[in-house]
């Protein structure tokens, strides 16, 4: 029988998995300029100093006790409205990801601050990692990507927001290092792609170990193998459902281990394609908080 607290993350799941924040988990992110531009919070003239003040003065805009939940009902209300940053840091070209490959601009403190003052009380931060991560068996994650992730996230947390980071487009449609069909179908692929994770989450999670609970880890983003929960998944015996639950059990037990605020933050473990009609094939990892 589940504990509690597993109940309150198979509850977290299904959230992920049905979209609980404004752009949802089930459609990715468009490439489309026009689009890319109205979904952009546009900075106005007036001086980050103003916006500041203008954020602490908003009572939407105070920090959410996220880390206080202790219902599912509770989380939600905590989390309440939310916002994508999408097609930013998520968006990637020639398999490197960069914040304006998509046609955006960079992200500032406006932005966020705009945001909050809009009512809305959690931003999801999608990153993708792909042409910042080093050689085994390191895979040591770039200094300036890593900070740049972080300065973002102080951003949101300066905002008064609750804040989403993610591994996002690594894995999209199997086509990058994060392939769940070669996983599914290959030992030695699976080996190496745990250990991956493993090292890419442990620093992630070394780097806001201090940070406080308004931050929550989203494992993955929509790992499929191309055929969005339609493909081989479908008939491979449940492989990769296999292989992804390998992942996520690899990943809690990685940012557990960090310790600091960690120990106990919340973590969104989505079911294969993030899809809520594939959550059967979850199995929630243990999970010592």
Request: proline share 4%.
């Amino acid at each position: 029988m589940l504990s509690k607290r597993l109940k309150l993350c198979v509850a977290v799941a299904m959230l992920l998995a049905s979209g609980f924040i404004a752009c949802s988990e089930d459609e990715e992110p468009k490439h489309d300029k026009t689009e890319n531009q109205q979904n952009q919070v546009s900075p106005d003239n007036q001086s980050d100093n103003q916006s500041d003040n203008q954020s602490n003065n908003n009572p939407q805009s105070q920090p959410c006790k996220l880390g206080e939940a202790t219902t599912p009902t509770e989380v939600r209300d905590a989390m309440g409205m939310g916002w994508n940053l999408g097609n930013q840091f998520d968006a990637y070209d020639n398999g490197v990801s960069s914040e304006t490959a998509w046609s955006q601009p960079i992200c500032t403190q406006q932005t966020f601050n705009k945001v909050a003052a809009a009512g809305i009380k959690t931003v999801r931060i999608p990153v993708t990692w792909m042409g910042h991560i080093g050689e085994a068996p390191d895979y040591t994650i770039d200094d300036a990507w890593l900070n740049r992730i972080y300065e973002v996230v102080g951003y949101a947390e300066k905002a008064g927001l609750n804040a989403i980071i993610n591994i996002h487009h690594d894995g999209s449609n199997a086509q990058y290092w994060l392939n769940i069909k070669e996983c599914a179908n290959n030992l030695q692929k699976q080996t190496e792609t745990i250990a991956k994770l493993s090292a890419i989450w442990k620093q992630i999670a070394t780097k806001f170990a201090d940070k406080g609970h308004f931050l929550v880890f989203e494992a993955l983003n929509e790992i499929q193998d191309g055929g969005w929960g339609w493909g081989d998944n479908r008939n491979d015996g449940g492989r990769q459902y296999q292989a992804m639950n390998e992942w996520l059990k690899a990943i809690v037990e990685t940012i557990r281990s960090t310790g600091g605020n960690n120990a106990t933050r919340w973590i969104g473990v989505p079911a294969y394609n993030t899809d809520i009609d594939l959550i059967d094939h979850l199995v929630l990892p243990d999970d010592p908080a």
